[in-house]
């Protein structure tokens, strides 16, 4: 019964979508803790904005407020408020830095799959009204092999897995991904994974971790990924996090500031825009779901 409410859901979400553009989503995830994950999420939608992006950052690890930190603002709302305060989208949306949006996920992430009919209709119009107001969507999922975290992978046409030179970083990534191939929803022919090295030394050394979990990855999974580029390690980053001020903002003209610019750069190319926009309802719709079929 549950799947049938969610497959008429799905029905209207695709008419909602005709009456509203759709957002470009990317989940930014990593398989373990600790590798600069949140950095990146933050980093880069600051980049886009100054590229002329509206762009808002979705915390989905309702574990942590790493986002919150890391861009020093407290929003008053969650999307807890959204779904069942009956709060509008405008009102759960925090403004940041430059313009950026923040959306805390708090305890409203976890609840998405407990949700009745009408709830999940006026949360995914809410959504859909979302799709309309931005033109990139970035998610920072939680990290690790957790349930939610391979279900945002799951749902999400387009991941950025974060990885650092420590051997575990790289077995993690490798085990995230292959806890995703197990599932049946995944569709690895829809399914755009990008790589950026973290914290390396020079350019040959990021180009070498892209090769060890891209080699095994493709033998063993037969997935195939994408090599964005690479960001040193930089003490200003952590400074950054100490001061609540994002590297970008901070230092613009440091090494990791502008090599995430460059990635930023390749994300907004004419060939990476041309990925489908599926928006944010229609993602978190099949978050929905994939968290039923698994349960």
Request: some cysteine.
């Amino acid at each position: 019964m549950a799947m049938d409410q969610a497959d008429k859901l799905r029905e209207k979400v695709e008419l909602l979508k005709e009456q509203a553009p759709s957002s470009r989503v990317i989940a930014v995830t990593s398989g373990k803790g600790g590798v600069g994950k949140t950095s990146l999420s933050v980093n880069l939608a600051l980049q886009m904005q100054a590229q002329g992006k509206k762009v808002v950052i979705l915390d989905a690890d309702f574990g942590l407020a790493n986002v919150e930190i890391m861009l020093g603002i407290r929003p008053q709302y969650n999307l807890a408020d959204l779904i069942f305060n009956n709060k509008s989208i405008e009102e759960i949306i925090t403004e940041g830095p430059m313009g950026v949006g923040f959306i805390s996920g708090g305890s409203g992430v976890q609840d998405l799959v407990n949700l009745d009919k009408e709830k999940l209709k006026s949360l995914i119009a809410k959504l859909v009204k979302l799709d309309s107001l931005y033109d990139v969507i970035i998610i920072d999922t939680g990290a690790g092999i957790a349930d939610s975290v391979i279900e945002f992978v799951l749902s999400s046409p387009e991941v950025l897995l974060v990885v650092t030179p420590e051997p575990t970083s790289i077995t993690d990534a490798y085990s995230l991904l292959k806890a995703v191939n197990r599932k049946k929803e995944f569709n690895r022919e829809q399914k755009s994974i990008k790589v950026v090295t973290n914290r390396v030394n020079n350019v040959e050394e990021g180009q070498e971790i892209y090769d060890k979990i891209s080699i095994v990855v493709s033998k063993f999974l037969n997935i195939q990924l994408e090599y964005l580029g690479y960001i040193p390690f930089d003490k200003g980053l952590t400074n950054a996090v100490v001061e609540q001020k994002p590297i970008s903002m901070q230092a613009p003209n440091s090494d990791a500031s502008l090599r995430i610019k460059g990635i930023c750069g390749k994300l907004l190319d004419e060939a990476y825009e041309d990925t489908e926009k599926v928006g944010i309802a229609k993602v978190l719709l099949n978050f929905i779901k994939s968290k039923k079929n698994n349960r």
